[in-house]
């Protein structure tokens, strides 16, 4: 990659054998090696609390490696310069003795990346530790989520990280805003004064994100079924392309300006009461269905399951943002799992032209939508309307899409994985793709209006079968506001 050169670091990650880590965080760095974006004395540190004999894990990421990456990437002279960066220890993250034998494959003159892909109740006892053997002094701490469960518990978590790390050394993964496209919505947001000029409620009639998955629970259960799919999906990944979609003009590009503006997104979403969530919030769990022609159990009988379970696998809502620039403005937001498509997508839907002079027949084609594929097949495509050709058509209008399909356009590039950037940034010691804490609080704060109030009404729960678009109520959520799901089939 021209142009970048990274200094020699430690990476250190906890839970070196757990799902993440195998399927996505080697893979990762895996990639950022075979772009020749490590250094030469990088050292990449695998913990974990399995005991037994290190060659036999290094194997198990080795095998990883093998499994996660095409055929096409894997070359020998890669795979080996990474596995001699590789070392794996066993230690007891809870436990200081380990410790003191990480401090020894540290180098104290490099920077130290700590990776927590670990459950948040120990992040806390990991940045003590770090503290203790001296190594916090170099470290920057890499933190997935959840988390937390709410506002409450990541405050405790947040505070625990706190007390050893200042907030400039603390990177709050949310592996969304590492996504190509998302990064693309503030390049095409603020370098095109084409859209930027008409990204308000004069120009916008209604926003809609939604992020649909095909997977179930993925042997997940014990996580998921606590967690719920508001949040593990909204509270964070859908609420940052919110704030993304919505955010005013950064005054640069630092970390924290593009944060604040985001924050104030966060703060301005209009407070849920139980007569909106009533309204508005739409739960849902599968039932057993087809997805891509294959038959799969519903929720309630995935492996390991509890068969009385009332935890949400779907949610779809109305969020409104109380400001100047969308007021009137609403943003239907919807995810689940086992729909129909993976599928994660940004409509925008732009208001009709406020004088019509065409066949009154064609009134109701005319809208014009932005669309912004963020996965599979990324790109963006803009609706607009124009004439249909010849003689016989008179002034019949049609609408046609201005189409920017980022693999065919850009044929060479690969498109990096999340993870990869996300590493990439952190090694670099950039803030940008990360999460600051008060917007996981104000984005807590929200969600918990929505959680309490579940609670207090005893939110029904709508089924829908797998491989569907979702519960009948989902459909009325829009259809209520006159408007419709933009390409349901
Ligand atoms: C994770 C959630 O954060 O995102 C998973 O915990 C979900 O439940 C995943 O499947 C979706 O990510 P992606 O990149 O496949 O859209």
């Given at each position: 990659m021209p142009g970048i050169t990274l200094e020699a670091i430690t990476f250190s990650l906890f839970g070196a054998l757990g799902d993440l880590a195998l399927r996505k965080l080697f893979p990762a760095l895996y990639q950022l090696d075979r772009a020749g974006l490590l250094h030469a004395d990088t050292r990449i540190l695998a913990l974990s609390r399995e005991p037994g004999e290190p060659s036999l894990h290094k194997a198990r990421i080795e095998q990883a490696l093998h499994n996660r990456i095409p055929a096409g990437e894997l070359d020998e002279r890669t795979l080996q310069r990474f596995a001699a960066r590789l070392e794996y220890l066993t230690m007891d993250?809870?436990?200081?003795?380990g410790y003191a034998a990480l401090a020894e494959c540290v180098p104290a003159e490099l920077p130290l990346i700590a990776y927590f892909a670990t459950p948040a109740s120990v992040y806390g006892d990991i940045c003590r530790f770090l503290a203790a053997t001296g190594l916090a002094e170099q470290a920057r701490v890499v933190l997935e989520k959840p988390?937390?469960?709410?506002l409450e518990s990541s405050r405790v978590i947040n505070d625990a990280v706190a007390q050893y790390f200042p907030e400039n050394r603390i990177y709050r993964i949310d592996h969304y805003l590492g996504k190509e496209t998302v990064q693309n919505l503030i390049a095409l947001r603020f370098a095109n004064s084409l859209f930027e000029t008409q990204w308000d409620q004069h120009h916008i009639s209604h926003v809609e994100i939604t992020v649909a998955e095909?997977?179930?629970i993925e042997g997940r259960w014990g996580y998921f079924d606590q967690a719920g799919q508001l949040r593990d999906m909204v509270q964070n990944h859908l609420l940052q392309l919110l704030c993304l979609i919505a955010m005013d003009p950064p005054s640069n590009l630092t970390a924290d300006s593009i944060r604040d503006e985001k924050v104030k997104v966060l703060k301005a979403l209009a407070p849920l009461t139980p007569e909106s969530i009533h309204q508005r919030v739409v739960r849902g769990q599968y039932a057993a269905g087809n997805v891509a022609g294959k038959a799969v159990p519903g929720y309630l009988e995935?492996?390991?399951?509890?068969?009385e379970s009332s935890t949400e696998t779907f949610v779809a809502l109305r969020a409104d943002i109380c400001n100047w620039r969308w007021s009137g403005v609403p943003f239907y937001l919807r995810t689940g799992k086992r729909m129909a498509q993976k599928l994660s997508q940004i409509v925008i839907h732009f208001k009709e032209p406020p004088f019509y002079i065409f066949a009154p027949e064609q009134r109701s084609l005319i809208s014009n939508r932005l669309i912004i594929r963020l996965q599979p097949d990324e790109g963006i495509s803009l609706q607009v309307m124009t004439k249909e050709q010849?003689?016989?058509?008179?002034m019949h209008l049609r609408s046609g899409p201005l189409q920017l399909n980022f693999s065919e356009t850009y044929k060479s590039a690969r498109i990096p994985d999340a993870y990869e950037r996300l590493l990439l940034e952190v090694m670099q010691g950039n803030q940008n793709l990360f999460v600051r804490r008060d917007e996981i609080e104000y984005a807590w704060q929200w969600c918990d209006q929505l959680i309490d109030g579940w609670t207090r009404l005893g939110a029904e729960l709508k089924l829908y079968p797998a491989g569907?678009?979702?519960?009948v109520a989902s459909i009325a959520l829009i259809t209520r506001d006159g408007r419709s799901w933009y390409g349901d089939l």
């Open positions: 993250f809870r436990q200081g003795e988390i937390g469960h709410d095909t997977v179930g995935e492996e390991n399951s509890n068969t010849g003689l016989d058509k008179g569907s678009w979702g519960p």
